[in-house]
Protein backbone atom coordinates (compact mmCIF):
# COMPACT_ATOMS: atom_id res chain seq x y z
CA UNK A 1 0.00 0.00 0.00
CA UNK A 2 1.74 3.53 -1.22
CA UNK A 3 1.64 6.10 1.89
CA UNK A 4 -0.53 8.85 2.11
CA UNK A 5 1.94 11.25 2.15
CA UNK A 6 3.49 10.03 -1.19
CA UNK A 7 0.09 9.99 -2.77
CA UNK A 8 0.03 13.64 -2.05
CA UNK A 9 3.48 13.83 -3.93
CA UNK A 10 2.32 11.84 -6.91
CA UNK A 11 -0.23 14.00 -7.21
CA UNK A 12 0.89 17.11 -7.59
CA UNK A 13 3.40 15.51 -9.67
CA UNK A 14 0.78 14.45 -11.81
CA UNK A 15 -0.54 17.68 -11.60
CA UNK A 16 2.14 19.78 -12.62
CA UNK A 17 3.16 17.17 -15.60
CA UNK A 18 -0.11 17.97 -17.11
CA UNK A 19 0.61 21.83 -17.08
CA UNK A 20 4.08 21.25 -18.23
CA UNK A 21 2.52 19.30 -21.41
CA UNK A 22 -0.14 21.95 -21.97
CA UNK A 23 2.93 24.54 -21.80
CA UNK A 24 5.10 22.31 -24.17
CA UNK A 25 2.36 22.24 -27.08
CA UNK A 26 2.07 26.26 -26.95
CA UNK A 27 5.22 26.74 -27.14
CA UNK A 28 6.05 24.14 -29.74
CA UNK A 29 3.37 25.87 -32.01
CA UNK A 30 5.07 29.02 -31.56
CA UNK A 31 8.86 27.60 -32.24
CA UNK A 32 9.24 29.26 -29.45
CA UNK A 33 11.75 26.56 -28.17
CA UNK A 34 14.12 28.74 -26.02
CA UNK A 35 11.67 30.66 -24.33
CA UNK A 36 10.12 27.21 -23.38
CA UNK A 37 13.15 25.60 -22.00
CA UNK A 38 13.29 28.58 -19.65
CA UNK A 39 9.93 28.36 -18.83
CA UNK A 40 10.27 24.97 -17.89
CA UNK A 41 13.32 25.17 -15.73
CA UNK A 42 11.63 27.70 -14.11
CA UNK A 43 8.33 25.90 -13.46
CA UNK A 44 10.32 22.77 -12.17
CA UNK A 45 12.73 24.44 -10.05
CA UNK A 46 9.53 26.09 -8.47
CA UNK A 47 7.71 22.79 -7.80
CA UNK A 48 10.22 21.09 -6.41
CA UNK A 49 10.75 24.10 -4.02
CA UNK A 50 6.99 24.22 -3.35
CA UNK A 51 6.41 20.46 -2.80
CA UNK A 52 8.97 19.53 -0.69
CA UNK A 53 9.37 21.93 1.13
CA UNK A 54 5.70 21.56 2.73
CA UNK A 55 5.33 19.33 5.75
CA UNK A 56 3.99 16.07 5.30
CA UNK A 57 2.73 12.37 6.48
CA UNK A 58 4.13 8.92 5.72
CA UNK A 59 3.79 5.34 7.24
CA UNK A 60 6.77 3.17 6.84
CA UNK A 61 6.84 -0.90 7.63
CA UNK A 62 10.18 -1.18 9.67
CA UNK A 63 11.33 -4.97 10.08
CA UNK A 64 11.68 -5.62 13.64
CA UNK A 65 14.73 -7.69 15.00
CA UNK A 66 15.33 -8.28 19.09
CA UNK A 67 19.04 -8.48 19.33
CA UNK A 68 21.36 -9.75 22.47
CA UNK A 69 18.59 -12.80 23.39
CA UNK A 70 20.15 -14.88 25.98
CA UNK A 71 20.37 -18.07 25.01
CA UNK A 72 18.57 -19.65 27.61
CA UNK A 73 15.48 -17.68 27.03
CA UNK A 74 12.45 -18.98 24.47
CA UNK A 75 9.55 -16.36 23.87
CA UNK A 76 6.20 -18.21 24.69
CA UNK A 77 4.35 -15.87 22.61
CA UNK A 78 4.54 -14.49 18.64
CA UNK A 79 6.90 -11.35 18.30
CA UNK A 80 5.72 -9.60 15.10
CA UNK A 81 7.91 -9.20 11.65
CA UNK A 82 7.14 -5.56 10.91
CA UNK A 83 5.72 -2.50 12.46
CA UNK A 84 4.44 0.68 11.07
CA UNK A 85 6.16 3.37 11.50
CA UNK A 86 4.29 7.22 11.30
CA UNK A 87 7.05 9.98 10.46
CA UNK A 88 6.29 13.39 10.05
CA UNK A 89 8.50 16.14 7.90
CA UNK A 90 9.53 18.19 4.99
CA UNK A 91 8.60 16.02 1.74
CA UNK A 92 12.81 16.39 0.80
CA UNK A 93 13.65 15.69 3.91
CA UNK A 94 11.53 12.35 3.98
CA UNK A 95 12.17 11.29 0.25
CA UNK A 96 16.31 11.01 1.15
CA UNK A 97 15.30 9.55 3.91
CA UNK A 98 13.04 6.95 2.16
CA UNK A 99 15.36 6.59 -0.92
CA UNK A 100 18.84 6.39 0.92
CA UNK A 101 17.81 3.54 3.02
CA UNK A 102 15.14 1.42 1.33
CA UNK A 103 14.89 -1.59 3.80
CA UNK A 104 14.64 -0.17 7.11
CA UNK A 105 15.18 -2.29 10.26
CA UNK A 106 14.59 -1.50 14.14
CA UNK A 107 16.69 -3.76 16.27
CA UNK A 108 15.78 -3.99 19.72
CA UNK A 109 18.38 -4.65 22.33
CA UNK A 110 16.80 -6.74 24.57
CA UNK A 111 19.23 -6.48 27.30
CA UNK A 112 18.20 -2.70 27.76
CA UNK A 113 14.02 -4.15 27.88
CA UNK A 114 12.74 -4.21 31.53
CA UNK A 115 11.45 -7.79 32.20
CA UNK A 116 8.87 -8.24 34.71
CA UNK A 117 7.12 -11.81 35.88
CA UNK A 118 8.07 -13.11 32.55
CA UNK A 119 6.91 -10.50 30.30
CA UNK A 120 8.75 -7.48 28.58
CA UNK A 121 7.45 -4.93 27.19
CA UNK A 122 7.81 -2.65 23.97
CA UNK A 123 5.66 0.72 24.58
CA UNK A 124 6.19 4.14 22.99
CA UNK A 125 9.30 5.30 25.31
CA UNK A 126 11.22 2.19 23.72
CA UNK A 127 9.99 2.99 20.26
CA UNK A 128 10.56 7.05 20.80
CA UNK A 129 14.49 5.77 21.92
CA UNK A 130 15.21 3.53 19.09
CA UNK A 131 13.60 5.43 16.25
CA UNK A 132 14.57 8.97 16.82
CA UNK A 133 18.55 7.88 16.56
CA UNK A 134 17.99 6.49 13.45
CA UNK A 135 15.89 9.88 11.86
CA UNK A 136 17.64 12.69 9.59
CA UNK A 137 16.98 16.28 10.39
CA UNK A 138 13.43 17.42 9.50
CA UNK A 139 12.07 14.16 9.72
CA UNK A 140 10.61 13.38 13.17
CA UNK A 141 8.41 10.24 14.51
CA UNK A 142 5.05 10.17 15.96
CA UNK A 143 3.59 7.01 16.15
CA UNK A 144 4.07 3.23 15.90
CA UNK A 145 1.47 0.73 15.18
CA UNK A 146 1.25 -1.63 18.00
CA UNK A 147 1.68 0.91 19.93
CA UNK A 148 2.50 -1.46 22.63
CA UNK A 149 3.70 -5.02 22.26
CA UNK A 150 4.15 -7.66 24.91
CA UNK A 151 6.49 -10.70 24.99
CA UNK A 152 6.16 -13.34 26.86
CA UNK A 153 9.06 -15.48 27.64
CA UNK A 154 10.35 -18.77 29.68
CA UNK A 155 13.46 -19.31 31.22
CA UNK A 156 13.80 -22.69 29.72
CA UNK A 157 11.27 -24.64 32.55
CA UNK A 158 8.55 -26.75 30.67
CA UNK A 159 6.49 -29.47 31.55
CA UNK A 160 4.53 -32.02 29.84
CA UNK A 161 0.48 -32.04 30.25
CA UNK A 162 -2.31 -34.06 28.54
CA UNK A 163 -4.19 -33.05 25.68
CA UNK A 164 -7.85 -33.38 26.04
CA UNK A 165 -10.04 -33.64 22.69
CA UNK A 166 -12.40 -30.79 22.95
CA UNK A 167 -15.29 -31.83 20.78
CA UNK A 168 -18.49 -34.43 19.85
CA UNK A 169 -18.34 -37.13 17.35
CA UNK A 170 -20.99 -38.85 16.97
CA UNK A 171 -22.11 -41.82 14.39
CA UNK A 172 -24.60 -43.02 11.73
CA UNK A 173 -27.21 -45.54 13.36
CA UNK A 174 -25.61 -48.55 12.44
CA UNK A 175 -22.33 -47.72 13.95
CA UNK A 176 -20.66 -46.89 16.82
CA UNK A 177 -17.57 -45.49 18.24
CA UNK A 178 -15.11 -47.49 19.21
CA UNK A 179 -12.65 -45.62 20.00
CA UNK A 180 -10.70 -41.73 20.31
CA UNK A 181 -7.28 -41.69 19.69
CA UNK A 182 -4.98 -38.41 20.34
CA UNK A 183 -1.43 -38.33 19.25
CA UNK A 184 0.38 -37.30 20.61
CA UNK A 185 -1.28 -37.77 24.22
CA UNK A 186 1.26 -34.63 25.79
CA UNK A 187 2.61 -32.10 24.96
CA UNK A 188 5.52 -29.85 25.73
CA UNK A 189 4.35 -26.27 27.39
CA UNK A 190 7.18 -23.47 27.96
CA UNK A 191 5.31 -20.24 29.57
CA UNK A 192 5.83 -17.54 32.59
CA UNK A 193 5.39 -19.37 36.03
CA UNK A 194 2.02 -17.92 36.75
CA UNK A 195 0.55 -19.52 33.28
CA UNK A 196 3.62 -22.61 34.15
CA UNK A 197 2.08 -23.53 37.39
CA UNK A 198 -2.03 -23.43 36.45
CA UNK A 199 -2.16 -24.92 32.97
CA UNK A 200 -2.89 -28.46 33.46
CA UNK A 201 -4.50 -29.88 30.25
CA UNK A 202 -4.22 -28.65 26.63
CA UNK A 203 -7.41 -28.37 25.11
CA UNK A 204 -8.09 -28.85 21.11
CA UNK A 205 -9.77 -26.55 18.91
CA UNK A 206 -13.41 -27.11 19.12
CA UNK A 207 -14.86 -29.93 16.76
CA UNK A 208 -18.28 -31.14 15.62
CA UNK A 209 -19.00 -33.79 13.50
CA UNK A 210 -22.33 -36.12 12.90
CA UNK A 211 -23.16 -38.82 11.09
CA UNK A 212 -20.08 -40.42 10.94
CA UNK A 213 -19.86 -44.28 8.84
CA UNK A 214 -15.88 -44.78 8.96
CA UNK A 215 -12.34 -44.15 10.95
CA UNK A 216 -11.14 -40.80 10.04
CA UNK A 217 -7.88 -38.76 11.30
CA UNK A 218 -8.27 -35.27 11.78
CA UNK A 219 -5.55 -32.88 12.56
CA UNK A 220 -6.72 -30.21 15.07
CA UNK A 221 -4.26 -26.95 16.21
CA UNK A 222 -4.71 -26.54 20.04
CA UNK A 223 -5.83 -23.84 22.03
CA UNK A 224 -3.90 -20.95 21.78
CA UNK A 225 -3.22 -19.81 25.54
CA UNK A 226 -1.52 -16.49 26.19
CA UNK A 227 2.11 -16.49 27.00
CA UNK A 228 2.66 -20.08 26.54
CA UNK A 229 4.13 -22.22 23.62
CA UNK A 230 3.25 -25.57 23.06
CA UNK A 231 5.47 -28.46 21.28
CA UNK A 232 4.02 -29.40 19.34
CA UNK A 233 0.88 -27.10 18.49
CA UNK A 234 -1.16 -29.67 16.59
CA UNK A 235 -2.30 -33.51 16.96
CA UNK A 236 -3.78 -35.97 15.25
CA UNK A 237 -7.26 -37.36 16.32
CA UNK A 238 -8.58 -40.82 15.47
CA UNK A 239 -12.15 -41.56 15.50
CA UNK A 240 -11.90 -45.30 15.21
CA UNK A 241 -15.82 -46.09 14.12
CA UNK A 242 -16.93 -49.72 13.26
CA UNK A 243 -20.36 -51.53 12.26
CA UNK A 244 -22.26 -52.44 15.54
CA UNK A 245 -24.41 -55.58 16.51
CA UNK A 246 -26.41 -56.73 19.30
CA UNK A 247 -25.07 -59.46 21.54
CA UNK A 248 -26.50 -61.24 24.80
CA UNK A 249 -24.73 -63.42 26.90
CA UNK A 250 -25.79 -65.65 30.20
CA UNK A 251 -23.82 -65.04 33.01
CA UNK A 252 -24.25 -66.56 36.87
CA UNK A 253 -26.01 -63.82 39.33
CA UNK A 254 -23.74 -63.69 42.61
CA UNK A 255 -24.87 -61.89 45.90
CA UNK A 256 -22.74 -59.21 47.88
CA UNK A 257 -22.85 -57.56 51.25
CA UNK A 258 -24.23 -60.76 52.78
CA UNK A 259 -24.02 -60.53 56.35
CA UNK A 260 -22.10 -63.58 58.08
CA UNK A 261 -25.08 -66.01 58.97
CA UNK A 262 -27.52 -65.14 56.20
CA UNK A 263 -27.73 -67.02 52.85
CA UNK A 264 -29.88 -65.33 49.78
CA UNK A 265 -30.64 -67.59 47.23
CA UNK A 266 -32.24 -66.11 43.63
CA UNK A 267 -34.74 -67.49 41.20
CA UNK A 268 -33.58 -67.73 38.67
CA UNK A 269 -29.62 -68.02 38.81
CA UNK A 270 -28.44 -66.81 35.90
CA UNK A 271 -29.57 -63.57 33.97
CA UNK A 272 -28.91 -62.60 30.04
CA UNK A 273 -26.81 -59.65 29.47
CA UNK A 274 -27.44 -57.87 26.47
CA UNK A 275 -25.38 -54.86 24.67
CA UNK A 276 -24.06 -53.23 21.83
CA UNK A 277 -20.74 -54.12 20.59
CA UNK A 278 -18.65 -53.58 17.41
CA UNK A 279 -18.72 -56.33 15.08
CA UNK A 280 -14.67 -56.70 15.37
CA UNK A 281 -14.94 -57.34 18.96
CA UNK A 282 -17.95 -59.75 18.47
CA UNK A 283 -16.21 -62.95 19.57
CA UNK A 284 -13.83 -61.57 22.04
CA UNK A 285 -16.56 -60.33 24.96
CA UNK A 286 -17.40 -63.63 26.76
CA UNK A 287 -19.74 -64.00 29.76
CA UNK A 288 -17.35 -64.17 32.37
CA UNK A 289 -16.40 -60.12 31.38
CA UNK A 290 -19.28 -59.73 33.24
CA UNK A 291 -20.44 -59.55 37.17
CA UNK A 292 -23.70 -59.42 37.58
CA UNK A 293 -25.26 -59.06 41.46
CA UNK A 294 -28.08 -58.73 44.03
CA UNK A 295 -26.67 -56.30 47.22
CA UNK A 296 -28.12 -57.28 50.07
CA UNK A 297 -28.28 -53.37 51.23
CA UNK A 298 -30.44 -52.65 48.70
CA UNK A 299 -33.19 -55.27 49.89
CA UNK A 300 -36.12 -53.37 52.07
CA UNK A 301 -38.13 -55.61 54.76
CA UNK A 302 -41.01 -57.12 53.06
CA UNK A 303 -39.56 -56.85 49.21
CA UNK A 304 -40.27 -59.98 47.52
CA UNK A 305 -38.18 -59.24 44.52
CA UNK A 306 -34.71 -57.66 43.70
CA UNK A 307 -33.44 -55.65 41.51
CA UNK A 308 -30.04 -57.04 39.84
CA UNK A 309 -26.80 -54.70 39.03
CA UNK A 310 -24.30 -54.75 36.59
CA UNK A 311 -20.94 -54.51 38.60
CA UNK A 312 -18.84 -54.88 35.87
CA UNK A 313 -18.55 -54.83 31.82
CA UNK A 314 -15.45 -55.02 29.30
CA UNK A 315 -14.07 -51.92 27.32
CA UNK A 316 -15.88 -51.52 23.91
CA UNK A 317 -19.11 -52.38 24.86
CA UNK A 318 -22.61 -49.88 25.42
CA UNK A 319 -25.94 -50.12 26.36
CA UNK A 320 -25.73 -53.35 28.93
CA UNK A 321 -28.67 -54.10 30.00
CA UNK A 322 -29.74 -57.44 32.32
CA UNK A 323 -32.76 -59.09 31.64
CA UNK A 324 -34.86 -59.75 33.66
CA UNK A 325 -34.16 -57.06 35.63
CA UNK A 326 -36.04 -58.06 38.69
CA UNK A 327 -35.79 -61.56 40.27
CA UNK A 328 -37.72 -63.35 43.42
CA UNK A 329 -35.24 -64.41 46.03
CA UNK A 330 -35.27 -65.94 49.63
CA UNK A 331 -32.98 -64.95 52.88
CA UNK A 332 -32.02 -68.33 54.96
CA UNK A 333 -30.66 -68.24 58.25
CA UNK A 334 -27.79 -70.13 58.45
Given at each position: ??????????????????????????????H???????????????????????????????????V???????????V????????????F????????????????????????????????????????????????????????????????????????????????N???????????????????????????????????????????????????V????????????????????????????????????K??????????????????????????????V???????????????????????????????A??D??????
Amino acid sequence: MTDPGFMLILRRIGIQTKRLGRLLRTTMSNHNIFGFFVFLCVAVGFWFSQTFKENTTVNIDYQLQLVNVPSSYIFTSDVPKTVSVTLSGRGFALLQYVMRQPDKTLQVDFADLTKMGGIVTLDNQVWRKIITKQLPAGVSYTAVAPSMIEIYYSMGDHKQIPVVFNGKIRTSNQHILCGLNVKPEYVDIYAPSPQFDTLQAAMTEPLVMNDIEDTITIKLALQKVKGVKMKPDSVEVQACVDLFTTKTVRVPIYTENIPPNKIIRTFPLMADVTFKVSATMFNTVLPEDFIVVVDYNSIHQGDTKCRLQIRETPDGIYNAKVNPAMIDFVIEQE
